[in-house]
């Protein structure tokens, strides 16, 4: 072996020994000094201190702290100077174990190089009056000089660690909890002049983050894990925690904070950042005030978060939190539906006007490029705001061009149905929102429907290739541009509602729809579903059907007032030219005004109405006829239910007022006997044509006069209608056959009564006299018949004489 690596052996053996007799010689000294060893680290600790720290006892543990000395402290208990009033005590640990420096030891001074506390609890109390039993450690005062260096200096900490540590922060002025039960907390600390900065990492579970106890509690029962890097500068009083991974849960989280010691009661700022995080996992890091509104959602898929969240720790409402989510390609679940292909950015602040502090009224919701499918319509919502959630109302333009058949997946199909078509929204909007729905929307703008197949399927009636445009204002509604086709008809139509959302909200049986219609051509019998009884189909009541049953309600509630106009009315073998009419239409009634047509070669005006009352609909009306052809008129009408008088039978042009009502159903017949009231009329060059009854008896009373072909200088009479009886009041008859006297009752059953008083003089003869008033006399002169016309066994009218003349008058 060469001489020098001998020599240098020798070196290493003496300085090994000599580190080993200063060891042992430090293990001595404290073995022999520990009890004024205790009393020093006790006097030692509590320099810094407005309170007292009590050890119950000290043990060394050489080995466990080499090359330094360890101390074992147990049962150390740290109170402040007011602990006999509020009874928090700062720090109670089983053990507390302290190392420091041997060599220092050895030359009379204290040197903590870690401690380590073991199974204890940490509690930070601060009354309703603001004072903390934080108050036990003394601050430097900055005002002396830098100690020199041979000056006495307070022990300072270097390396720490915290296992199974209860940590609390409970301020009761403040109404905030903090508690955090320490798994491991362990790192390291830098001192110098101007402050410290620490190295540790943590594994501890959140048992409460309170900001407001009155809200509860954020991140709780989570379990934490991750390291941190903290500085903090006695010159500002600030505490920085640097950017660092934490995980909170299973997800991982960017974390980065500041404190503010110097202020009263710490002001304090917290960044939180993940990537990829569910929004369930994210609503259950949240206080329950927060997390029960966000669980009525969901989205399918992770999205991207950041989150600040700043205060203080003094009293007063909640921190302010700002928090911006990143959506993309995702499925959002809502109490009124699901948005699928969902993508959007948004916000959240719970200080949305500075100034009017951190409360659920100040609070808002934004979103931004807000894109998705409801029901496969797409749609898109360039901002959306909701602002206060204590009465949360929400703001938005919503677009979308979907196809029309798709609304069938929103409204059900027990209402209105769609088929082909297109249809173009663009609606502001402003709702409440109750239960997290959108209530009562108020809307300002259009939608406008092209080319839609569409049934109204309570009344049964279907619409081909229409045309629809809404225009709403801030109180009105506007609907123009309509195009209606069904079956034959095709109607044309722009109307406008005043005062309409306010009113299908509140009082839908207020609303007055006004219309102005124009047709080429109306086929009413199309349109006969408004007369019969409602058939909505039986469905369950679903979140789904809400929208069509209210919009169901408003169809049969509101009044429409409708002015038309229409070119041609068909109706069965009806036909009318030059229509024009004033309807009203409520929820169990039509009213008719100041309808007039031409029919017939002649013109009719009517005013009536129609009531709704299930399956029969009841009805009046007043009728005047000018120069109505009467033939077209009863083949028009279906000879008003009479067969033995048709249209074939007559010839003429009449003029008539009409006050009847009856029933019809809800295929447009009239009821059976339903008839009542007066029909006066006037037929001006009047004919009879082939009319049996009277062929009957004139070819045995009159065989040498032309009874197939009779006519009338001027007809005229009133009819009463008595259900099936129509009352004939006494009317002169003068024809080419003969005169006749008539009065009684036609029934359309059974009871024919009716007296005729028929003279036989032969009308012609009378023909060349002038005087009207000798031509009345002369009328009744010669062979007058009294007959009467009843029943027969056969269902035909007889006729026969009238023996009981006196009885029938």
């Known amino acids: 072996m060469p001489r020098w690596t001998k020599i240098i052996l020798k ?46 006892s000290m043990e060394p543990t050489f080995l466990r702290g080499f090359p330094g000395v360890s101390l074992g402290l147990r049962n150390v208990i740290l109170r402040d100077s007011l602990w006999s009033r509020h009874q928090h005590t700062l720090l109670e640990a089983k053990d507390f174990d302290v190392s420091v420096n041997a060599l220092a030891l050895l030359t009379g001074t204290l040197e903590i190089k870690k401690i380590e506390i073991n199974n204890a609890t940490i509690y930070l109390y601060t009354d309703s009056n603001g004072y903390s039993n934080t108050s036990i450690f003394k601050k430097k005062d900055k005002s002396k000089p830098k100690p020199e260096q041979d000056a006495e200096a307070p022990a300072e900490l270097g390396k720490f660690a915290l296992n199974n540590v209860n940590f609390v922060v409970d301020n009761q002025k403040g109404h905030k909890r903090f508690q955090f039960v320490l798994d491991e907390l362990s790192g390291k600390m830098d001192y110098g002049w101007s402050g410290w900065e620490a190295d540790f990492k943590l594994k501890a579970i959140a048992r409460s983050m309170a900001f407001n106890t009155l809200r509860g509690s954020f991140i709780k029962d989570k379990v934490l894990e991750g390291p941190f890097q903290v500085k903090y500068s006695e010159e500002t009083g600030i505490i920085s925690v640097a950017p660092n991974t934490l995980n909170i849960g299973s997800d991982p989280f960017l974390i980065a904070a500041q404190f503010d010691t110097s202020k009263e009661n710490t002001d304090f700022s917290i960044d939180i950042t993940t990537k990829n995080i569910l929004w369930k996992n994210a609503s259950a890091l949240l206080a329950p005030n927060i997390s029960s509104k966000l669980n009525m959602f969901n989205l399918e898929n992770a999205i991207h978060v950041n989150c600040r969240i700043a205060g203080n720790m003094g009293p007063g409402g909640d921190p302010s939190i700002d928090v911006r989510a990143e959506v993309g390609t995702n499925t959002l679940t809502t109490p009124g539906g699901v948005i699928k292909d969902c993508s959007f950015v948004g916000t959240f602040t719970n200080n949305d006007i500075k100034g009017k502090g951190t409360t659920d009224q100040n609070s808002a919701i934004k979103l931004y490029k807000f894109k998705g499918s409801y029901a496969e319509m797409p749609f898109s919502i360039d901002t959306a705001s909701i602002h206060d959630l204590d009465k949360p109302i929400a703001t938005g333009v919503f677009t979308s061009r979907f196809e029309i058949a798709k609304l069938n997946n929103v409204i059900g199909d027990n209402m209105l149905k769609f088929g082909k078509g297109t249809a173009d929204v663009k609606l502001a909007y402003t709702a409440d ?270 065989p040498f006069r032309d009874l197939n072909h009779i006519t009338f200088s001027n007809l005229n009479g009133k009819f009463d209608l008595r259900g099936k009886d129509i009352t004939i009041n006494p009317m002169q008859i003068s024809s080419s056959l003969l005169n006749m006297d008539i009065a009684g009752v036609y029934s359309l059953g059974t009871g024919t009564n009716i007296a005729l008083d028929v003279p036989l003089r032969n009308p012609k003869k009378d023909e060349e006299i002038a005087d009207s008033q000798e031509k009345k006399e002369r009328r009744m002169k010669g062979i007058v018949l009294h007959l009467l016309a009843t029943d027969g066994e056969d269902g035909k009218i007889k006729i026969k004489l009238n023996k009981n003349r006196d009885k029938t008058k």
């Open 433 to 702: 929102i109750v239960d997290f729905k959108l209530t009562k929307p108020f809307v300002k703008g259009i939608v406008d429907i092209k080319n839609a197949d569409l049934s109204y399927v309570p009344r049964k009636i279907n619409f081909k290739n229409t045309a629809i445009a809404l225009n709403f204002t801030d109180n009105d509604l506007f609907i123009k541009n309509i195009r209606l086709q069904s079956g034959k008809s095709i109607v044309y139509m722009d109307g406008s509602i005043k005062n309409f959302l306010n009113l299908y909200y509140t009082a839908p049986e207020k609303i007055l729809l006004n219309w102005k219609i124009r047709s080429p051509q109306l086929h009413l019998a199309e349109f006969l579903g408004f007369l019969g009884t409602r058939r909505p189909k039986a469905k369950k009541r679903t979140v789904k059907s809400n929208f069509s049953d209210n919009l169901n309600e408003v169809f049969e509630k509101s009044q429409v007032n409708m002015n038309v106009k229409v070119d041609k009315v068909y109706y069965n073998k009806f036909l009318a030219t030059d229509a024009n009419a004033d309807l009203l239409l409520s929820e169990n009634r039509i009213s008719i005004k100041n309808v007039s047509v031409k029919h017939a070669g002649g013109s009719l005006k009517l005013n009536g109405n129609v009531s709704q009352n299930g399956s029969y609909n009841g009805f009046s009306v007043n009728t005047s006829l000018s120069n109505v052809d009467i033939q077209h008129f009863f083949y028009a009408f279906d000879n008003f239910g009479m067969k033995t008088l048709t249209s074939k039978n007559l010839r003429g042009y009449l003029y008539s007022k009409v006050n009847v009502s009856g029933s019809i159903n809800d295929k447009g017949a009239i009821m059976p006997n339903s008839l009542r009231g007066s029909i006066i009329f006037d037929l001006k060059k009047g004919a009879l044509l082939n009319f049996d009854p009277i062929r009957s008896v004139g070819k045995f009373a009159f």
């Open 11 to 56: 070196i290493l053996g003496i300085l090994i020994g000599v580190v080993l007799l200063v060891y042992i010689a430090a293990a001595v000294y404290v073995n022999v000094n520990k009890k004024s060893l205790l009393q020093r680290v006790t006097s030692e600790l509590n320099k810094n201190l407005n309170g007292s720290m009590a050890i119950e």
